[in-house]
């Protein structure tokens, strides 16, 4: 059974960091390109990182880029999200997606993603 499973979400302090997990099973994440995306209450969907299948490729929109960073331990079937600087404007429920197999150059924060977690809410609140 093909699954993702987001953890790691929680309440944190502006300023504040968080490391988001995301466990693949049912399928190898050696071919894939991954994606963060997140949704805030009453706001569309948003990619906030992705990394393509080589892993030399990422991509950032500007509203975390230098705050962010994705990783990925294909050994391990694992993708992560660290966050740091963390602003009120950050909480939303936070989601891992992949393309499998992923395009074959680079990555995308819009479309195109085949497998989705079901989410893991992020809290930045004083």
């Known amino acids: 059974q093909l699954q993702l499973v987001e953890s790691g979400g929680g309440l944190v302090q502006p300023g504040g960091s968080l490391r988001l997990s995301c466990a693949a099973s049912?399928?190898?994440?050696?071919?894939?390109?991954i994606g963060w995306f997140r949704q805030a209450p009453g706001k569309e969907r948003e990619g906030v990182s992705c990394?393509?299948?080589?892993?030399?490729?990422?991509d950032y929109p500007d509203s975390v880029k230098g705050r962010f960073t994705i990783s990925r331990d294909n050994a391990k079937n694992m993708v992560y999200l660290q966050m740091n600087s963390l602003e009120p404007e950050d909480t939303a429920v936070y989601y891992c997606?992949?393309?499998?197999?992923?395009?074959?150059?680079?990555?995308?924060?819009?479309?195109?993603?085949?497998?989705w977690g079901q989410g893991t809410q992020v809290t930045v609140s004083s």
């Open positions: 997606a992949v393309a499998d197999p992923g395009p074959p150059r680079g990555c995308t924060l819009t479309a195109g993603y085949d497998y």
């Open positions: 049912g399928f190898t994440l050696d071919y894939s390109a």
């Open positions: 990394m393509g299948s080589s892993g030399s490729s990422t």
